[in-house]
């Protein structure tokens, strides 16, 4: 089991990244925008960095569901390997089946 805090902290950075999606969004489109003058293109990337650096969705991390743990996770199931070969043993996972020949 993974430590509380971290577990709380990725929730708080994913809170984060979606209420600054759309600014941040905004602000990224006019730094790259090539036609723009370069004074906007500053302000914006000033702009863009005075916002939280945890609003940011690269700083997510994909966090097993039950354990919290951080590796060796898979993204369809959302679960860590250990978790995800327990209960695919047990038959709680639909459409997985463990593989024999």
Not at 32 to 42: G, N, W
Request: glycine share 6%; aromatic share 4%.
């Amino acid at each position: 089991m993974a430590k509380t805090s971290s577990v709380e902290k990725n929730k708080y950075r994913e809170k984060l990244s979606g209420q600054h999606a759309k600014k941040r969004a905004a602000l990224k489109a006019t730094v790259m925008d090539r036609e723009a003058p370069i004074e906007d293109r500053f302000e914006a990337s000033l702009k863009l960095a005075q916002m939280p650096r945890n609003g940011a969705k690269i700083r997510v991390r994909l966090r097993c569901e039950l354990t919290g743990r951080a590796r060796g996770n898979y993204r369809k199931f959302k679960l860590s390997r250990n978790m995800l070969r327990d209960l695919a043993n047990k038959g709680q996972l639909p459409g997985v089946v463990k593989a024999s020949w």
